[in-house]
């Protein structure tokens, strides 16, 4: 069984920065996708940011484009979340979420495909 560990939410004001951090207990393996997904408050699960094995692009939702960076650290086992930037409306319980095989772009943002998932960081922005 696969856990997920994040790390790196809290209170920040507008304009504020946090990296979150999403230490897994073993290595993906070759093929696999890792994903960040936040939820707010009365709103559904939506995915923030993900990428793939294999593949040098990155994907994001709109919003946070341009402020927001997904990384991995392969040695680490480690995924992170670089938020700058940051405003009200990112205000939510942010998850990390893996699935162990490369999941087609088409369906990225779905939740539903990843097989594991942290615990969630609180990320909170005042404005």
């Known amino acids: 069984q696969v856990q997920l560990t994040e790390s790196g939410g809290g209170w920040v004001q507008t304009g504020g920065s946090l990296r979150l951090s999403c230490a897994a207990s073993?290595?993906?393996?070759?093929?696999?996708?890792m994903a960040w997904f936040r939820q707010a408050p009365g709103k559904e699960r939506e995915f923030v940011a993900g990428?793939?094995?294999?593949?040098?692009?990155?994907y994001y939702r709109d919003s946070v484009k341009g402020r927001f960076t997904i990384s991995r650290e392969y040695a680490a086992n480690t995924v992170y979340l670089q938020m700058n930037s940051l405003k009200p409306e990112d205000t939510a319980v942010y998850y990390c979420?893996?699935?162990?095989?490369?999941?087609?772009?088409?369906?990225?943002?779905?939740?539903?495909?990843?097989?594991?998932w942290g615990q969630g960081t609180q990320v909170t922005v005042s404005s």
């Open positions: 073993e290595r993906p393996g070759n093929s696999y996708t």
């Open positions: 979420a893996v699935h162990f095989s490369r999941i087609i772009l088409s369906a990225l943002r779905d939740g539903q495909l990843y097989n594991y």
């Open positions: 990428l793939r094995s294999g593949d040098g692009n990155k």
